[in-house]
């Protein structure tokens, strides 16, 4: 197991990492003080994993309650998110039980932000069982549902106390999440860590494998990326933002489609590749970098193209960005592998162009 830590002064919490945590005794109970925990997981996931992570608890004197959600991002809504909180009134949980997220990214970001609400803030631990998850979206208390007009429209920022990524659990994981995960693990490359790109690139197959070592360094630099950029500027003020690159249209491929239609993964690939585009069009990089970053998306499996949604739609999906600052749209764009930076320079009809250039697909991802 490998421990890292996202340093936030009394906020800071640790990330394990390693194969067959979620049966490793110890673990758990040191974050567990009142010996009652509520598990949230969804219908595909708990019976996977929810009774191996109970008899673990209950090894450790701790009893486990659970709410099983439906599945799928688009029930990542308030109707869902009340199936919590009925939970956690129905078995009188106070404000000292741990809630814990037991699923992917949409498991993680429901149970974040039903235990910031529940009693104003309720401790609670990410088990992350996607790849996307470990590498991201678990670490860094973005919590959030969706609003029929835009993604992640409505949430907090809360912390975990601690994040149990268990590589094992990628096993049960079908071919198209785990290409999906990739996306947010090829970003870090691209945004901050040209080394980790260039380690992509040789190791890309043995992921797709799920090489068990290969799959360990991966999670583990991806967290170590994302826990720097997150000790460094927690609620966005800044650095964070480079995170979403290519989020900005991909999130507008997601609420266009339809949630659930494009994965979170496969629209921030296309997303990505539509920023690629606009800073060429800039003079930012070169033609061939554009084709070496398509080259990593196309071999992880992943759509290089947008949804032929059109241009107006896409802007007026886009104009719900978070990075929208006095109506102004800023984007992540790049000016090299391992250099990203939020941009308002690009002109409308430039933004225009590198959609009309890269959404061509009339199909779904
Ligand atoms: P997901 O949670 O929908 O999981 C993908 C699918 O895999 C689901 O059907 C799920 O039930 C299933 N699954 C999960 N673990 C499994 C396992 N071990 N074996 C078999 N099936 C398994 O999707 P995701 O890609 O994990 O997360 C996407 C969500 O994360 C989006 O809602 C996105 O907005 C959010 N996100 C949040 C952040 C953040 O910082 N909070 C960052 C990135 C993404
Ligand atoms: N996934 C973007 C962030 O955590 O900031």
């Known amino acids: 197991m490998e421990t890292l830590e996202v340093a936030l002064e009394e906020r800071s919490y640790p990330i394990h990492i390693g194969p067959g945590l979620l049966d490793q005794e110890g673990l758990l109970p040191p974050f567990i003080k009142q010996k009652k925990v509520m598990v949230v997981s ?15 608890l209950a090894r ?8 099983i959600l439906p599945d799928g991002e688009r029930y990542k809504t308030w109707e869902t998110l009340n199936l919590i909180f009925d939970a956690l009134l129905t078995e009188r949980c106070e404000r000292n039980t741990v809630l814990i997220a037991l699923g992917g990214g949409v498991i993680g970001d429901m149970g974040g932000f039903a235990a910031a609400c529940y009693q104003r803030g309720m401790p609670f631990i990410q088990v992350p069982t996607t790849l996307l998850s470990q590498v991201d979206s678990s670490v860094g208390g973005k ?9 992640n429209m409505i949430g907090a920022f809360y912390q975990p106390k601690l994040v149990l990524a268990d590589i094992s659990t990628l096993d049960t994981l079908p071919d198209r999440e785990l290409k999906a995960g990739l996306a947010e693990v090829i970003k870090y490359g691209l945004i901050r860590d040209p080394e980790f790109f260039d380690w992509l ?6 992921l797709l494998a799920r090489d068990q070592a290969a ?5 583990r630099r991806s967290c170590a990326n994302k826990a720097e950029v997150v000790a460094a ?5 800044g650095e964070r933002a480079l995170l979403n690159l290519g989020h ?3 999130h507008a491929i997601e609420t266009g489609m339809g949630y659930g239609e494009w994965l979170h993964g496969e629209a921030v690939s296309a997303g ?4 690629a585009e606009l800073s060429r069009a800039l003079g930012w990089i070169e033609a061939a970098t554009v084709t070496r970053i398509e080259r990593i998306f196309v071999r992880a499996g992943l759509p290089v193209h947008g949804p032929a949604l059109g241009v107006e739609r896409y802007v007026a999906l886009m104009s719900h960005d978070k990075k929208v600052q006095d109506g102004k749209l800023r984007l992540v764009l790049l000016q090299g592998i391992g250099k990203a930076v939020v941009s308002d320079v690009a002109t409308p009809e430039q933004i225009a162009a590198a959609i009309t250039a890269r959404c061509t697909d009339t199909g779904t991802g």
């Open 201 to 206: 690139e040789v190791n890309l197959e043995k």
């Open 272 to 275: 990505t590749l539509i920023a």
């Open 215 to 219: 799959l360990v360094y991966a999670v």
């Open 248 to 250: 900005t249209f991909g």
């Open 42 to 56: 969804n219908e595909t996931v708990a019976p996977l994993y929810l009774s191996r992570l109970c008899e673990n």
């Open 143 to 151: 919590t959030a549902i969706n609003h029929p007009m835009g993604k």
């Open 233 to 237: 500027d927690e609620r966005e003020s």
């Open 60 to 67: 450790g004197g701790i009893s486990a309650h659970s709410v």
